[in-house]
């Protein structure tokens, strides 16, 4: 597949059950010079503590750190969604919201990935990873309706492939991918478009 140049804004990743894991293949696998912004949403108890971020910052060479309300959208970090808030991109940052959960959820995967897609149309990559339930559907099809580019977790290699199922069947998603592979294409896409 022909890939047009852009110049990416930012990358959406919305995984459930099994989602450390993968996040930890994918962000150690991402080289210290990934400038474009990662923003994830793993789905996790509204009590949960800094264990994830800590457990995840082991494996990336990126710094890695939870939303605050307003946070600038800088380039080289990955930004990950607080217990029990939905994260919204908006321009050049992030807003925290405690509407109602969404597909059961809050953070929400769809709210996260339809803002991206909102603010930056085209200039955003969507990745669905492993998950139990089919939350990221809806904001992966408007990803894909802006012009953006979606990449899913080979079914077979998640620890629960309802959620890229459910995504590879409702949109016509530019990749499927192993959680390695994955992260290579994201290089390959971020770092092209910046030449």
Same mark, same amino acid.
């Given at each position: ?9 930012? $990358? $959406? ?113 969507? $990745? ?68």
């Amino acid at each position: 597949m022909k890939t047009k140049q852009v110049s990416f804004k930012i $990358v $959406v990743i919305g995984t459930s059950l099994g989602g450390l894991s993968a996040l930890k293949i994918i962000l150690g696998n991402l080289p210290a010079d990934f400038l474009v912004p990662i923003a994830i949403v793993q789905h996790r108890h509204k009590e949960s503590n800094n264990t994830l971020l800590e457990l995840l910052q082991e494996s990336a060479l990126l710094p890695i750190r939870e939303v605050e309300d307003k946070d600038e959208i800088l380039s080289g970090h990955i930004y990950l969604a607080p217990a029990d808030y939905h994260l919204l991109v908006e321009l050049d940052h992030f807003a925290l919201s405690t509407d109602q959960p969404v597909s059961y959820a809050r953070p929400s995967i769809d709210v996260l990935f339809e803002s991206a897609a909102d603010v930056y149309n085209e200039e955003v990559i969507g $990745v669905i990873l492993t998950g139990a339930n089919q939350d990221g559907v809806q904001g992966l099809k408007k990803i894909k309706a802006r012009g953006g580019l979606t990449i899913v977790q080979e079914p077979a290699t998640a620890q629960s492939d309802i959620m890229p199922e459910a995504a590879i069947s409702a949109v016509a998603v530019d990749w499927i991918l192993t959680l390695s592979n994955i992260a290579s294409q994201m290089v390959k896409l971020c770092h092209s478009s910046r030449k």
